[in-house]
């Protein structure tokens, strides 16, 4: 089943103490439609300006990812610059130059807005009610948002969260949404806020999904070396998603092979720069490392180890 | 197989966001043996004062905890003062009176130095290292530690850690122990030191075990209410250990087993103040527990979705 995402597709200056990269691919829509490309169809809304590479779209374009709503504008592409130290957790932002992206206004191809699978990346919360105004009853819409709007536009993010059925978001942003130091009580007080579902997203210390009777955690795959957390949170979403759109359901099941999908597809991307690790990744690595987040977290219940 | 423990018994003055409490029993020794009591025989080698309160005596009796390595000195019991904010990860230590803890010289009763396993608590590494003078041949032994020691005392710690098999520690302290940030490298580099396993603590996100050539990982219960954090990590070292001595064997699947108890027992003792939760404990409580973190954690393998 199709998997409509809206969001930023950019280029990123990256530094690292493991390196640093110039105006590389990146952008929250560029690494979720790349994840979530490995399982399922998606389409893309976003816009770039007339200096992005065409290599880039070539890209996108090869992994299947459908790109009749990736508009080009005149004007510079969005750009992000970034700094990480040794607490990889954490991004120190450098410079933001918004160029095109600061008109942005989604517009969905008529084809796109059937998609029962919606992921609307961290935009502007009126920008995610846009989207949410166009598509014709999907049956899960995902939203990521951050600090900057649950501070600057909460009543907007409030208004799109009503609509939202699944909420990602990292330990600072629900605490901060929902003004409750416990994760398990901030989780609570959002889905009164719309979203039944809640992924808390904790970098190195893996995620917990939230649903209303149920609580799911993975780890984060320990890694030797991470040499770039950028786009993370986003490639988690995107393994995430496309698990979902794939399975066409949501029941406990899938949702847990989702979260762990979503695990394995951002322990490879923060293996290299940029989506570098994506570029060549396979399926059978894909599948060998779910079984080794199996390993990593499998245990026999009790009953099994007395007999 | 019995288990002796070498550590402190204190009373604790502690400060959380949702309360007081003013000279309760603490203590690594205490809060160790109270957990692992409810799986195995427990042996403790620590030291009180005359102000020492008989009914925490009592207590651990009734634990059916071996006191016979318990003395009373001249002088006032070891006493802790430490307060937590909101961020429960970490404590602020406000006042640490040694007393009758100054002198102490862990002797060991004859009957307990055959102790097939031994847990060091987090002491003056050389005190670590008397002991083991003092026992006969174990087949595990296991190690806690702190800043303190691996700043002040390293030399002596580093003699220590070639005669222990298992050691215990948190986040900094691995990174500060082996100067590698990354935790795999840091467990990597901890077993080079001596101990073949490595489990680390990392509050709220749960504990990672590293084996050479095995990792597991167990997260954290998610609890809505965590009143008091003091203790946790010994009462996780407790239930782990006495899952293992009782066993009477450590591999994979038992180790894994004695990850989750440790978990579980830590998750009990954060309810309540000092070991309150523990004193009320059930083997059916806990036997839940173990079956929800099994249901934390659970999912199901490629091949079993795909069938």
Redesign the interface.
Same mark, same amino acid.
Request: glycine share 2%; proline share 5%; aromatic share 12%.
């Given at each position: 089943m199709s998997l409509l995402v809206v969001g930023s597709v950019a280029l990123d200056s990256v530094e690292t103490p493991f390196g640093k990269k110039e105006e590389v691919l990146g952008g929250s829509a560029t690494f979720f439609s790349t994840a979530a490309s490995f399982f399922n169809p998606v389409q893309l809304v976003a816009v770039v300006g007339e200096d992005f590479p065409e290599a880039h779209v070539q890209f996108l374009k090869a992994r299947g990812i459908g790109l009749d709503g990736l508009t080009r504008e005149k004007g510079r592409t969005f750009r992000w610059k970034g700094k990480y130290g040794?607490?990889l957790n954490e991004a120190q932002t450098l410079d933001t130059q918004l160029n095109v992206f600061q008109d942005f206004a989604p517009k969905l191809p008529e084809a796109y807005k059937g998609a029962p699978y919606v992921f609307l990346g961290n935009i502007h919360p009126e920008l995610q009610s846009q989207v949410l105004d166009q598509v014709k009853g999907p049956k899960l819409v995902a939203a990521d948002t951050m600090n900057f709007w649950i501070n600057g536009t909460r009543e907007a993010l409030l208004k799109t969260l009503k609509r939202v059925n699944l909420l990602f978001v990292n330990d600072a942003e629900i605490r901060q949404l929902s003004g409750e %130091?416990?994760?398990? =009580?901030a989780a609570r007080a959002v889905h009164t806020m719309g979203p039944s579902r809640v992924v808390v997203k904790?970098g190195?210390?893996?995620a917990?999904l939230f649903e209303k009777d149920h609580?799911?955690?993975?780890?984060a795959f320990?890694? &030797?070396?991470?040499f770039d957390p950028t786009g993370a949170g986003d490639t988690f979403a995107g393994g995430f998603m496309g698990t979902l759109a794939t399975a066409g359901r949501f029941e406990p099941?899938?949702i847990?092979?989702a979260?762990?999908m979503g695990s394995v597809m951002a322990s490879f991307a923060v293996e290299r720069f940029s989506l570098d690790r994506l570029r060549d990744l396979t399926q059978p690595e894909i %599948?060998k490392r779910?079984?080794e987040f =199996?390993r990593?977290?499998?245990? &026999?219940?009790?009953a099994a180890?007395q007999a």
């Open positions: 040794f607490q %130091h416990n994760i398990v =009580k904790r190195e210390y893996g917990l609580i799911f955690a993975c780890p320990p890694l &030797e070396d991470v099941d899938v847990r092979r979260m762990v %599948h779910f079984s =199996k990593l977290t499998h245990f &026999e219940d009790l180890l």
